[in-house]
T-cell receptor
Framework: KQEVTQIPAALSVPEGENLVLNCSFT??????LQWFRQDPGKGLTSLLL?????REQTSGRLNASLDKSSGRSTLYIAASQPGDSATYLCAVRPTGGGNKLTFGTGTQLKVEL | GAVVSQHPSRVICKSGTSVKIECRSL??????MFWYRQFPKQSLMLMATSNEGSKATYEQGVEKDKFLINHASLTLSTLTVTSAHPEDSSFYIC??????????FGPGTRLTVT
């Protein structure tokens, strides 16, 4: 059974700092990995999707990397802003035609002024 | 882009009553929709997979007679929480799968059972 873990569970940084969020998964047979942002009481916003054949994806100040063999992904946020404060979730989709996502435990980020 | 809506966004109901939550894909057809449940400060747990025109597939531990799912069209799936109890209070999120790469998520429904 796939298990997805995110470290740290919570993180507080000053504005402007670069930061890295970590996601690890136990089964490397994944089709893709996705990073989401969730604001309190809201749904999910997709940030980046990395196919299993890719090593990284970038969007603006965000860069996500994937090392499938070691079961790890990182989300790098450059020059953090208070508006980046949210919970960040990673999720993996398995190979073999399954469409289910297994979500990580989440990292709650707070960027302070 | 692909937009998924949920209705209602918030609902309060009395213990023992039933409540229906709708999930709609607004600008695309979704052969598959997923229902998730999220407790405070926890991650999303998949409850069931809903395929248009067929019975839903429930995850282990989810009571199918309590959480009734209907996927009557390619743009609408409904989740009915029957005989709700306070422990059913939670944040319910649906997602719609286009058949290609991504699931698109709705904004969620906050259910409070008093």
């Amino acid at each position: 059974k796939q298990e997805v873990t995110q470290i740290p569970a919570a993180l507080s940084v000053p504005e402007g700092e670069n930061l890295v969020l970590n996601c690890s998964f136990t089964d490397s047979a994944i089709y893709n990995l996705q990073w989401f942002r969730q604001d309190p009481g809201k749904g999910l916003t997709s940030l980046l999707l990395i196919q299993s054949s890719q090593r990284e994806q970038t969007s603006g100040r965000l860069n996500a990397s994937l090392d499938k063999s070691s079961g790890r992904s990182t989300l790098y946020i450059a020059a953090s802003q208070p508006g980046d404060s949210a919970t960040y979730l990673c999720a993996v989709r398995p190979t073999g035609g399954g469409n289910k996502l297994t979500f990580g435990t989440g990292t709650q980020l707070k960027v302070e002024l | 882009g692909a937009v998924v809506s949920q209705h209602p966004s918030r609902v309060i109901c009395k213990s023992g009553t039933s409540v229906k939550i709708e999930c709609r894909s607004l600008d695309f057809q979704a052969t598959t929709m997923f229902w998730y449940r999220q407790f405070p400060k926890q991650s999303l747990m998949l409850m069931a997979t809903s395929n248009e025109g067929s019975k839903a597939t429930y995850e282990q531990g989810v009571e199918k007679d309590k959480f009734l799912i209907n996927h009557a069209s390619l743009t609408l799936s409904t989740l009915t929480v029957t005989s709700a109890h306070p422990e059913d209070s939670s944040f319910y999120i649906c997602s719609a799968f286009t058949g290609f790469n991504e699931q698109y998520f709705g904004p969620g429904t906050r259910l409070t059972v008093t």
